[in-house]
T-cell receptor, first 113, second 113 residues
Framework: DAKTTQPPSMDCAEGRAANLPCNHS???????VYWYRQIHSQGPQYIIH???NNETNEMASLIITEDRKSSTLILPHATLRDTAVYYC??????????????FGTGTRLQVFP | SAVISQKPSRDICQRGTSLTIQCQVD?????MFWYRQQPGQSLTLIAT?????????ESGFVIDKFPISRPNLTFSTLTVSNMSPEDSSIYLC??????????FGPGTRLTVL
């Protein structure tokens, strides 16, 4: 089962910051938080990941709370092309030492003009 | 980043037949995975394709229905056997190298009549 909870949908005005929340209250100390997005009819695209420190790259920023039970993905200046389903994922390591991504239901972000 | 191609990109098949989907990566990768995305749903992990050994299946998926091969570090196949309309989905190949970001192929859109 997915270990994250996200709102099913959000809206954002073009040019504004999009803040997508994620709850992962049962996260373990060695588990990372990953964010992917899926634009309609395409394969998921990696955005960013982090362990406990805030992270930033050319696409987004990831803010993880100090207790690591929740995080927020920030798209600083949303564009229409950012309309997609955004998945927050806690990466799981199995007894086979195989890391795998388990997807939840995600947040459908609609950016409007 | 890894470039992943899948064949076929889409297909329409008759009930009771089988379809083999190919996944080719442009570089050697440690891990290869197969996901299914049913219409309007999130991604579900089917199995991890292990090079030189049997695939590791997730709960609810069995080898007889979804046989997987991985003859080398750049190639894998997924067969959907004895298909029914419930198998109509997008099937996605995904790869990872170590504990890094995971890349997804464009997907194979399967319709079973």
């Amino acid at each position: 089962d997915a270990k994250t909870t996200q709102p099913p949908s959000m809206d954002c005005a073009e040019g504004r910051a999009a803040n997508l929340p994620c709850n992962h209250s049962t996260i373990s100390g060695n588990e990372y938080v990953y964010w992917y997005r899926q634009i309609h009819s395409q394969g998921p695209q990696y955005i960013i990941h982090g362990l406990k420190n805030n992270e930033t790259n050319e696409m987004a920023s990831l803010i993880i709370t100090e207790d690591r039970k929740s995080s927020t993905l920030i798209l600083p200046h949303a564009t229409l092309r950012d309309t997609a389903v955004y998945y927050c994922i806690v990466r799981t390591a199995t007894s086979y030492n195989t890391d795998k991504l388990i997807f939840g239901t995600g947040t459908r972000l609609q950016v409007f003009p | 980043s890894a470039v992943i191609s899948q064949k076929p990109s889409r297909d329409i098949c008759q009930r009771g037949t089988s379809l083999t989907i190919q996944c080719q990566v442009d570089s050697q990768v440690t891990m290869m995975f197969w996901y299914r995305q049913q219409p309007g749903q999130s991604l579900t992990l089917i199995a991890t394709a292990n090079q030189g050994s049997e695939a590791t299946y997730e709960s609810g998926f069995v080898i007889d229905k979804f046989p997987i091969s991985r003859p080398n570090l750049t190639f894998s196949t997924l067969t959907v056997s004895n298909m029914s309309p419930e198998d109509s989905s997008i099937y996605l190949c995904s790869v990872a190298q170590g504990y890094n970001e995971q890349f997804f192929g464009p997907g194979t859109r399967l319709t079973v009549l």
